[in-house]
């Protein structure tokens, strides 16, 4: 889609979620009672702090600069769900600004539940690709990053900076050369936060290989496909990879390991 409808799309997003916002749910002074549901432009408008018309022009998909600020108001204003707040910001092409608080919320009961009853490797990954959960295969598999205590558990320093995940990683330079690529696409909206900025300029300082990959600039999709391992211990290993969003975390992502 591109960026003139994006725009529609967003306008006609938030006219439906206006014209549907039950009365019941209306936090306007004064005599709300009316024959049809939902919040006119102006009453939007007013909760917003912004103008009648700016709104307006937003509703009709216009060309008009609306910071992430004014969509968070927005949002609030129409009372949206968090998926439908994520798809709000998600047409926009703005960063929420609740997604840092988000990012600092405990990781739900019943996800790292799903994680530790999966058979095969599996790890749950926050925005700056910390292993914030794991099963016992992945702290079985991944030597030196899962299995000791007091390692960080970043993916990309634990990658690109030990020993260990060069003689696991059957085709490291392979995978090294795609996985800066691979978190530049997932991360590009947060680049600007102080903990990817130095997450990165510590990966840049310590591995070579990083800096060049990450100089390239080059973004891709982090995708499935066949991950091999030389396990100091298990042998060989091959496994096709599949990477999973939590729908109402979409900031966590779930990496499983399928054997082969």
Not at 46 to 70: K, N, P
Not at 89 to 98: A, H, I, N, T, W
Not at 184 to 202: K, N, S
Not at 224 to 251: I, K, M, T, W
Request: some cysteine; charged content about 25%.
């Amino acid at each position: 889609m591109d960026q003139t409808g994006k725009r529609k799309a967003l306008g006609e997003f938030i006219k439906t979620q206006r014209t549907q916002l039950p009365t019941a749910a209306l936090r306007l002074g004064g005599n709300t009672r009316r024959r049809t549901p939902g919040l006119r432009r102006e009453e939007v408008a007013q909760l917003c702090d912004i103008s009648v018309t700016w709104y307006t022009w937003i509703e009709q998909g216009r060309t008009v600069s609306v910071s992430a600020a004014a969509l968070a108001r927005i949002a609030e204003a129409l009372q949206l769900s968090r998926a439908k707040r994520a798809y709000l910001f998600e047409l926009s092409g703005k960063k929420d600004p609740q997604a840092q608080e988000a990012q600092a919320q405990e990781i739900p009961a019943e996800i790292l539940a799903v994680t530790d009853a999966i058979k095969t490797p599996a790890y749950l990954l926050d925005r700056h690709w910390n292993a914030v959960a794991w099963n016992r295969a992945a702290k079985t598999l991944f030597v030196g990053w899962l299995d000791k205590k007091g390692a960080g558990r970043n993916l990309l320093e634990y990658t690109y900076c030990t020993a260990d995940a060069t003689n696991l990683i059957s085709d490291w330079e392979q995978r090294a050369s795609r996985l800066a690529a691979e978190f530049r696409a997932d991360c590009g909206m947060y680049l600007d936060e102080p903990e990817i900025a130095e997450l990165v300029a510590r990966l840049s300082a310590a591995s070579d290989a990083f800096k060049r990959a990450w100089n390239l600039h080059d973004v891709v999709e982090k995708e499935g496909g066949e991950r091999r391992f030389s396990h100091p211990v298990l042998g060989q290993l091959s496994y096709r990879q599949v990477n999973l969003r939590v729908a109402n975390r979409p900031e966590l992502k779930l990496v499983m390991l399928l054997p082969v």
